[in-house]
């Protein structure tokens, strides 16, 4: 589904080169759940970055669904972005001036498709993660678990082969925290591949696999 | 998605209230000069009644006389013109008028006021004026110098409220004229055309006008097609130049100039002291686009700073597969809507400001209106606004890394 091989990050500027990430070899198998584990600054969000093509590498090959990812223009990323992942971030992300559910819709503006069935399809996903009596709240009229719930319907909307998460309950307590687990492992038992950047060990138990980052460098 | 651009549109321009006053008000007060302006400027520039022939007309406004100790400039006399602007090869008519002067009337012991103008019977085959009764002043009158009068619709209700005037008397510089055309009220604006009281040029009290070189008159010279215009101007130069001083001014001076030149060029001359037009609109489109500038320059700050207030949405919105275009797109609608709302108001402060003038008389009969030409000008002037203030914004925002957006920075 995602390999990466011999991956290299690094940041330059006129006076500092930093690397970010070395030398990953990593394969994400279709229908995985990995969780991606390592101290702050060690590169966990960087990878995840470049898996969901939001960066490119300096060095390194990357793979999507078995197709080699050989243009990083912006039309062609975002189009494979669009169709074959979804985003759920730590601090949600959601667009504070739209409803609950004109975010969910936000992924299928970028399709050719009708808008009642965008509706239709985002109403779908709402009920997906237990918030269709709120698809006409805002925000900020939304708890954290509520607003995370939110950000995963947005991005399991297009039903995307793949999901990322960057540290998605980081933001929440731990009642919380669970139930976006719970939304999250349920959606792997549906087939969806997830990656999830965490810091929690007890989150991370939960996948079927852990990846250990450590000053740019896989660990395990 | 053309529909949750306009609605996110429309709520970002609610969120930040003051911003959204101060670019409306720039897009509004801009649009609203230029359309006054353009709207005084097409008055006076376009071939309306009664000017329908501006097209090919020259006009004979100034000239100056210099001697070794003197110099002297000002209208033209019916001297000058009457020997240097007749017979010129192709011009169809030539008419010689006074410029107006103002005049007192007396009627039931109410003093009115009016302007007057002493015209020949050609300037009305020249201007073609809309006559609500009545005929024009003729040749006949003027060799006759018959006490006749057309008179304008605002003197007539002065007047004559409410009834016809034709054969009526009416007292104007102690002298009564016999009423014999009503025409519509010709704005100020129109300086040929613009007056209350017509009468025969002969009906002056003293006939002294008819040697004078420089005086108080004009001289309108329609040519039979624009092309004809330099061949007239140096046919008449040369004229001018040969001219003979009178006896009385033989002395004093020895040297005159007077210029026919059209509407334009007298403008140019006026303002500039040349009569090439060119500079003179060179400066007016300067003046425009910087007027125009200034609040673009501001709209675009504005806009930046808006748009980056959103920084994480373009990185929402690229995550989830929007390309840099699709976000340009966004941000011209968005800001599209923004310049239409603007223009709307625009356009109704324009009509207002329009109708301000109009009714308030501070130009006389002026009768500004927002015309098609005028609106068109105005949409064009709109979108290039929209485009000049959001462009630049919107593809510098759109260029933002997705990484760096989530953030809320820039690359």
Redesign the interface.
Known sequence: MIKLDNIEKVYRTSRVETVALMNINLEVKEGEFISIMGPSGCGKSTLL?LM?L??APTKGQLLINGKEITSYK??YL??L???EI??I?QSF???N??SVL?NV???L???KIS?SQRRQMALKALEHVGLTARIYHFPSQLSGGQQQRVAIA?AIV?RPKILLADEPTGNLDSKMGEEVMNLLVGLNEEKTTIVMVTHDKRMAERTKRIVRIFDGRQVG | MLKNYIKIAFLVLMRRKIFTFISLFAISFTLTVLIVISAMLDHMFAPVAPEVNMQRTLGIYFGEMKGPDSTWNGNPGYGLLDKCARNLPNVELISIFMENQTVNSYLRGQKIVSSLKRTDGEYWKILKFNFLEGSPITNEDEEKANFVAVINKSTREKFFPNESAIGKYIEADSQNFRVIGVVEDVSQFCNSAHSEIWVPLSTNKDQGYRREVLGRCVGLLLAKSPDDFPSIKTEFAQRVNNFEFPAELKNEYNKITCFADTSLEIISRQALGDPNPTKLILILIGLMVLFMLLPAVNLININISRILERASEIGVRKAFGASSWVLVGQFIVENLILTLIGSILGFIGSIVVLLIINQSNIIQYANFQLNYRVFFYGVLTTIFFSFLSGVYPAWQMSKLNPIEALRGGIR
Do not use: C, M, T, W
């Open positions: 970055n969901g939001l960066d912006d039309k975002a189009n972005r669009n169709q979804g985003f971030f992300h959601l667009v001036d739209l004109d819709e936000i992924p503006l970028y399709r808008s947005r297009g």
